[in-house]
């Protein structure tokens, strides 16, 4: 029987599975119960071969709010604070980076503080033309959490990430796009369709091998050169024996389209 998620919505098409956060009311804030759906299924899908693209979106007026302040309202000590940062917000944000297949955060509204840093854990990200991201966290005298410090300088560099997260200023849609925030910017009635057509033609790419790049990718950002050329090395020697290797060259040679299979 098929998993069911009270805050969120899974819909299957062909390999491409979009996980839709469904709380409009809350704009999606990253509750309790949110956090705990999201990390559950970007668990299962991450196991289920047959999903080769995932897309991440949201119903309602914003795609995440952040962390749902109630929790702070409820007297949070620092060690439950700690506690939950740790052990709910860091393994969210390492099952999406660390899914074996493209994930593509498709960014309607607002994506604020916490909901932030889910859009840049995304491999790739479609916004609405009039989305706005935000380092929302020094505007209740936070420092950057849920990864989103680890993320946003690794995207655009020390200075320029200081300067938004300490400026707290939402960001639309066409300077995320000069920042690198974004990588497409498309008509907010477009939003939804544009993220369902690349997620299905990414799906048809060779999925294992974008599953490594994705790894080495991140390696190289904590690794110098000799040791990400072994990194590629190592993993290439994974990609020589695998099915969709061999299509590819076999397409190559006969000069048609590959017809990769995921394998």
């Known amino acids: 029987m098929a998993a069911t998620y009270d805050t969120l919505q899974l819909h299957r098409d062909a390999a491409v599975a979009t996980v839709t956060m469904d709380q409009p009311k809350r704009r999606n804030a990253l509750s309790p119960a949110l956090d705990a759906d999201l990390r559950a299924v970007f668990e299962a899908l991450s196991a289920d071969d047959a999903v080769r693209a ?20 409820e007297g949070l000590s ?91 200023d939402p960001l ?30 990414l799906a048809q790419r060779p999925t294992q091998a974008l599953a490594q790049t994705k790894e080495v990718l991140a390696y190289a950002q904590d690794h110098g050169l000799a040791d990400v050329i072994r990194k590629e090395a190592e993993l290439q020697m994974e990609a020589v024996q695998t099915h969709d290797h061999r299509e590819g060259v076999q397409a190559f040679l006969e000069k048609r389209a590959p017809d990769f299979q995921g394998r």
């Open 54 to 73: 995932i897309v991440l979106r949201a119903n309602g007026p914003g795609f995440c709010a952040g962390a749902d302040l109630t929790l702070l309202k």
């Open 78 to 168: 620092p060690d439950q604070l700690y506690e939950h940062l740790t052990t709910r917000y860091l393994p969210l944000i390492q099952r999406i980076q660390h899914a074996p297949k493209p994930v593509i955060g498709a960014i309607n509204g607002a994506a604020a503080g916490a909901g932030m840093a889910l859009a840049l854990a995304c491999d790739l990200r479609l916004m609405a033309d009039d989305a706005v991201q935000m380092m929302a966290f020094s505007n209740i005298a936070f420092v950057p959490d849920s990864g989103a410090s680890y993320l946003l300088v690794r995207q655009v560099g020390y200075s320029r990430a200081f300067e938004l997260a300490a400026t707290a």
């Open 172 to 201: 639309p849609a066409d300077r995320c796009a000069a920042l690198g925030l974004t990588n497409r910017v498309v008509p907010a009635d477009e939003l939804h369709d544009a993220a369902d057509a690349w997620a299905h033609e």
